[in-house]
């Protein structure tokens, strides 16, 4: 069963920092790209973030880069997504998917449940 679990979500402040990240299970992980996306109330899913297990390649929104840092442990199947100098404006819940090196959702095979992450002003 194909499994991708989100973590490391929560409340911080403006400025603040959180790691999520993402665990992935049963599939060939070093076959797929990895992504983050987020959704605000109201909002469309953007995508964030998305690295190639396979040979490392990321990708950041505009919104994000300098920002936001993503990484993979392939011996944990376990993707990070680094967020420092958060805004208001990152609160969103955060998704992890695993599909095709992309920035775009409709790219994406299996997806997480989502961790909410809010950041205060």
């Known amino acids: 069963e194909v499994q991708l679990v989100e973590s490391g979500g929560g409340l911080v402040q403006a400025g603040g920092s959180l790691r999520l990240s993402c665990a992935a299970s049963?599939?060939?992980?070093?076959?797929?790209?990895i992504g983050w996306f987020r959704q605000a109330p109201g909002k469309e899913r953007e995508g964030v973030s998305c690295i190639s297990i396979s040979d490392g390649s990321t990708y950041y929104a505009d919104s994000v880069k300098g920002r936001f840092t993503i990484s993979r442990d392939n011996a944990k199947n376990t993707v990070y997504l680094q967020m420092n100098s958060l805004k208001p404006e990152d609160t969103a819940v955060y998704y992890c998917?695993?599909?095709?090196?992309?920035?775009?959702?409709?790219?994406?095979?299996?997806w997480g449940q989502g961790t909410q992450v809010t950041v205060s002003s």
């Open positions: 998917a695993a599909g095709y090196y992309s920035g775009q959702s409709s790219d994406y095979l299996y």
């Open positions: 049963g599939f060939t992980f070093d076959r797929y790209a």
